[in-house]
């Protein structure tokens, strides 16, 4: 009787142990993530960074992306998909290719296809900076390209063509479903042979990032 009186106590120790931290996790992360993932642990250019949403319930969306009518063109929205084979992702798995990456997945690169004066309002954790003007055929020199595919997208050179086989799964973004700089990298890296399922589209882009209090950082 006394051993199951001593499991019974243990028992019920370790229930309310639990529950209480349970209870103060849910008080801690007010909002969450998913409803069992209250936060990612990452490293941000060698620091420790936690990828969150804001806890304050009210917070409001940053002003700069709170314009709801863009002219048009040249912010015209853009397609759900952006080219075939190419696939569109939301912020989950774009979560879950950051946290790969963070874990020494050496084939994800993250693009922030933006222009200078616009990262300064915040990026995506662990994304780099590649302007879509480094990649158009129309401003870029051919070497700079050249050079983006074989040193950050892991492009081999060859006499004459580009060998894709170790290229990078490179998930693209800009500012928002009414963004134009990411969808044109992609239709240049498409152009010059870059394989359609090596690229994945975060189409909500900031503003969707933005919208959900996601953590960002500044170069």
């Not at 050496?106 to 954790?125: F, H, Q, V, Y």
Request: proline letters at 5%; glycine letters at 6%; one cysteine or more.
């Amino acid at each position: 009787m006394r051993i199951l009186h001593r499991a019974m106590t243990v028992f019920l120790s370790t229930l309310t142990l639990s529950c209480t931290l349970f209870a103060a996790e849910e008080t801690d992360f007010p909002v969450k993530i998913t409803d069992t993932l209250p936060y990612v642990d990452l490293s941000n250019d060698g620091k420790p960074l936690r990828v969150q949403r804001n806890q304050d319930t009210e917070n409001m969306v940053d002003l700069d992306f709170a314009i709801t009518s863009r002219s048009c063109p040249p912010f015209c929205i853009q397609p759900m998909s952006v080219a075939s084979g190419v696939e569109t992702i939301g912020e989950l798995e774009l979560l879950e290719y950051i946290r790969r990456k963070d874990s020494g997945d050496n084939s994800i690169i993250i693009i922030d296809s933006r222009t200078g004066e616009w990262l300064a309002k915040g990026m995506i954790p662990t994304a780099i900076n590649i302007p879509w003007t480094a990649l158009s055929l129309k401003t870029a020199s051919a070497k700079s390209i050249a050079e983006i595919l074989e040193f950050q997208l892991d492009v081999i050179s060859t006499e004459a063509l580009w060998n894709f086989e170790n290229a990078k799964t490179a998930i693209l973004y800009c500012n928002g479903p009414w963004c134009g700089q990411s969808p044109t990298s992609i239709r240049t890296l498409l152009a010059l042979g870059y394989p359609a399922n090596r690229i994945k589209w975060y189409r909500m882009g900031m503003q969707g990032w933005k919208m959900l209090g996601l953590t960002t950082v500044t170069p």
